[in-house]
């Protein structure tokens, strides 16, 4: 290793009032000797002899035509070192006498001086903090790419990355080299403000990023997460909430697009109530999709800051409150709180408005914001945050309501079936308690899948029978509530509909059956929730319901025992035989089933837990029916069923939980979306947030939109055409390590049980799967047809009354 030196240029002129450093660092002298040689021709002009092209000597020319003038009184040093630890002293040394000394340049030759540029392995931004750190005081830097220039090789890793440094291949002739070096010096130069700017910009205080930070911590901690998509108007805003966020520990999480940010925002705040801060650009309103109703229904707490441009201008560009159009009117049309911030010396109490909104509970608060309120700084006398309002007062289980849903649970011998919406921990457990002790039995559903599941703890759950839903209604449900095919009679059965508006994907029932064929009980702690056909209305918070039933719970002994009778009557059977048959490509059956029960084994044998995400199509649909599951998942079939939803949720999901998370998403919804493995990759690499547990992928493939063609198949008796194809360009299976994150592809062509299981307990891998399947029309409650289908346990004269009736028809058509 070559000892530091310094050596300075031929004094331009004796009154220099700054000094200018040029930092060489590399093992290697010729490298040294080449940046000598371009500072020396720069300077004085070039004398280079005519072994280097003309194409050398016309840029130094350039260049000392204007570095003459420019550096006017200034003086240049050249100051060598072999590492960068090593640079600093050097440094220290060239300064020492110098009124002013400022490091102009850097050049660092990387192989050379032992550092990596690959961004999966880089060490050379950690190098570059601990050189700044030691600089001497008497030596001003300001390391930007605009000051720092990095020559490596480029082709050794497999992904490029923007760097905060400016990254260049290392030239093999050294008069190419020589000319970089000289453009750079030159460059710097010239926009030596810049640098003035960058400082300045270093530790900004913002009124808007303050308060929403204290805010949110307020309220939740570090709970909450950072989401965000970059753009001029809004980066001084990020850098300030990113550099608070990861102070306080709050996870600050990146997104393919703006749309996947709400996604990953939703799924966070369904799974774990956990509120969001998205950050986005002017103009990028409607980016958000119609996940912005989604959030809105689910009243997922968090801001949205959607940046404009100030009021007043013609037609501004990407803006969208002025003349010809009002963004705030799409907010308000999908029932979201939303606030113009348009004037610093109003914005205290336009935050403080936000904040009460946000505190209603009703759902995002979004925050359209001009850019002088965006960068309004923050003063001593700028209000905090206000305390968190007093919690609205829970609407009381009354002993009017309970007293009918007491006798319904407790003396008659009717069937109860119970279908979960979002659940907390003490109301799962309350809720898995009384379907014990008083033979009920339970379902999720397709919109919000695993709020009850299969296993609880650990344990198998008996009394779960399946999901219900207009589609993808389980077998076991299905023949819970029916007889020869027809729903029981009124009084010999009961569905309790807990924390649900009964929407119309709840069930697969007709507006009819739920208002003349069933009894319905209905728990919402919202009035204006309660459906038509309910019966038996109670509004209350399901946690006060739940443990009032559990206080007077006395169940007669014979009633228990004809409810547990009637719940062990229904057979856990898929129904068909397609699920046994090893056929290429499989069918989405036997996928499943021979997934199910690998899954099944994983959480029996190795306390397998997972959280799943389930996109909108076919796949998603099976996943939620066919599946064991452990615990909540996030479905996209949740709100406006959009597709690709669950797919974008995926980053977000994965980077912030402790256990595996498994998704499905097919063909179709994977088309519409960005890919989300670049945002894992670089989250796991620059935040430091690789998954805790195993993600696995699956994507679906049969090159169709199935829900679609299932329908136009099965209810319009259209054949499949060319508006639902989808083209999948298959991938070859490989293999890649992206720093500490090793990401896979493989095909499925069967369910390789050994070499599946082993990677699905691999902790910290990401895994994509391209499952090779069929389209069918059977099964998986896709279509009404499918309980009537001749695959069942069990035909019912019905399936042959609808047989029989679609020959007729199909004669007449062809008449």
Known sequence: MSAPTADAAPRRDATATDRLLVLSVSSRPEFHATVRTALDDAGDGPSHGGDWPELYRETAHRAHRFLARTLEGDETALVTAGTLPEAAAALRAAATGSATATLALLLVDAPAAGLSTDPLADTMDAALAAFHASLPEEVAADLSAYTVHVYDELDRSPVRLGRSYALKQLPEQPWLLASDVICA??????????????????????????????????????????????????????????????????????????????????????????????????????????????????????????????????????????????????????????????????????????????????????????????????????????????????????????????????????????????????????????????????????????????YHEGAHVPEYLGTLGMMGCSARVHAFLHHEERLRRRADQALFMLKSRITEQSTPFTPRDLARQLRIVQITHTPEHMAPFTDHPVVADARDFLRALHQGLAVDPEVLATRRAAIAATQDSASDVLHRLPLRPMSPNYFFHRLGDLLTELITDHGYTYTGLYDVGRGGVSAVRNLPRTGPGFSGWYGRALMGDALQAVPAVALTRDDNVLAFVGDGANALVPDIVPTLVQQAVQYGRRPAGNVSVFRLIDGGHSVIRTYRETRTAVAADRQTQVLHLRQPEWTCDYGPLTVSHHHLTDVPREALRDRLLRRGAVDLYSVELAHNNEGDGMSPAGALSWQRDELAELTFTAARVSRRKAARTAR
């Not at 009002?326 to 205290?348: Q, Y």
């Not at 001009?370 to 009354?398: F, K, M, Y």
């Not at 907390?424 to 339970?442: K, P, Q, V, Y």
């Open 185 to 454: 010096f030159a460059d710097q130069a010239q926009f030596r403000h810049v640098a003035q700017v960058i400082r300045a910009e270093a530790a900004p205080r913002r009124m808007l990023a303050q308060w929403l930070h204290s805010f949110l911590t307020a309220r939740s901690g570090t709970a909450w997460g950072l989401h965000y998509y970059t753009g001029s108007i809004v980066t001084g805003l990020i850098g300030e909430l990113e550099h608070t966020a990861e102070q306080s520990g709050n996870p600050v999480l990146r997104g393919p697009s703006e749309h996947g940010l709400a996604c990953g925002a939703m799924a966070r705040w369904q799974l774990d109530e956990a509120p969001f801060l998205i950050v986005v650009t002017n103009g990028m309103v409607d980016e958000f999709k119609g996940t912005l109703a989604n959030l809105r229904e689910t009243r997922a707490r968090g801001f949205i800051v959607c940046a404009d441009p100030d009021p007043g201008g013609w037609f501004p560009f990407q803006g969208t409150v002025h003349g010809g159009e009002d963004s705030r009117e799409v907010f308000r049309a999908r029932g979201l709180h939303t606030f113009h911030l348009d004037d610093p010396g109003r914005l205290a109490e336009d935050l403080a408005a936000a904040g009460a909104a946000y505190d209603a509970g009703e759902g995002p608060v979004v925050l359209l914001t001009a850019e002088s309120a965006l960068n309004a700084p923050a003063t001593d006398a700028a209000p905090g945050p206000a305390a968190p309002a007093a919690p609205a007062v829970r609407a009381q289980v009354t002993e009017s309501a309970m007293e009918p849903v007491l006798r319904l649970v407790n003396e008659e011998p009717a069937r109860l079936l119970w279908q979960c919406g979002s659940l907390d921990e003490e109301e799962r457990a309350l809720t898995h308690a009384l379907a014990r002790t008083a033979g009920i039995a339970l379902a999720d559903s397709l919109t919000r899948p695993g709020t009850v599941s299969r």
